[in-house]
């Protein structure tokens, strides 16, 4: 049995991180995964505001640490900076291809992930950092050309 102050980590042993693939350093699975299954429970590491300011925002390290909600000493909620531990800094973005979501315990520290749809063997294992990205989406579609989106609208029947 485990107190109150002790979080039990998981984490799915069918997994590898490639350092040669088109987005860098990933996670990928070994075997296949079945839907809902606990990828990593990782500890968080959240920074103070000024720190992140002064100190994480000029290094590469910011390109890793998630927004996390902390509140200030007069009780106004801020956004600060946090540290993933574990495999969560390692996932890329893709929101075409995302298989795995997370769910942030701001109480305990930690966030947990886990597949959201069976993952086959051999596909990289991917979260969504939403909308305000610091780089090009390679997954996102290319825009349509004015014809191509004249040719999508005529396919439109009303009835």
Same mark, same amino acid.
């Given at each position: 049995?485990?107190?109150?102050? =002790?979080?039990?980590?998981?984490?799915?042993?069918?997994?590898?991180?490639?350092?040669d693939t088109p987005k860098g350093r990933g996670v990928f699975a070994t075997k296949d995964i079945p839907a809902k299954t606990i990828i990593d429970i990782c500890p968080v590491l959240v920074l103070g505001l000024q720190e992140n300011v002064?100190?994480?925002?000029?290094?590469?390290?910011?390109?890793?640490?998630?927004?996390?909600?902390?509140?200030?000493?007069?009780?106004?909620?801020?956004?600060? /900076?946090?540290?993933?531990?574990?495999?969560?800094?390692?996932?890329?973005?893709?929101?075409?291809?995302?298989?795995?979501?997370?769910?942030?315990?701001?109480?305990?520290?930690?966030?947990?992930?886990?597949?959201?749809?069976?993952?086959?063997?051999?596909?990289?294992?991917?979260?969504?950092?939403?909308?305000?990205?610091?780089?090009?989406?390679?997954?996102?579609?290319?825009?349509?050309?004015? =014809?191509?989106?004249?040719? /999508?609208?005529?396919?439109?029947?009303? =009835?």
């Amino acid at each position: 049995m485990h107190s109150s102050s =002790e979080i039990l980590l998981q984490r799915c042993a069918d997994l590898v991180i490639k350092s040669d693939t088109p987005k860098g350093r990933g996670v990928f699975a070994t075997k296949d995964i079945p839907a809902k299954t606990i990828i990593d429970i990782c500890p968080v590491l959240v920074l103070g505001l000024q720190e992140n300011v002064d100190h994480i925002e000029k290094t590469s390290l910011y390109h890793y640490t998630y927004n996390w909600p902390t509140t200030s000493e007069n009780r106004e909620i801020k956004v600060a /900076q946090a540290v993933i531990l574990g495999l969560g800094s390692m996932f890329n973005h893709s929101t075409q291809q995302q298989n795995v979501v997370w769910e942030r315990d701001t109480d305990r520290l930690i966030i947990t992930y886990r597949s959201i749809r069976d993952i086959h063997a051999g596909e990289e294992l991917c979260i969504s950092y939403g909308n305000h990205l610091t780089f090009k989406d390679v997954d996102a579609p290319s825009p349509l050309s004015p =014809e191509e989106e004249l040719e /999508q609208f005529n396919q439109i029947h009303l =009835e």
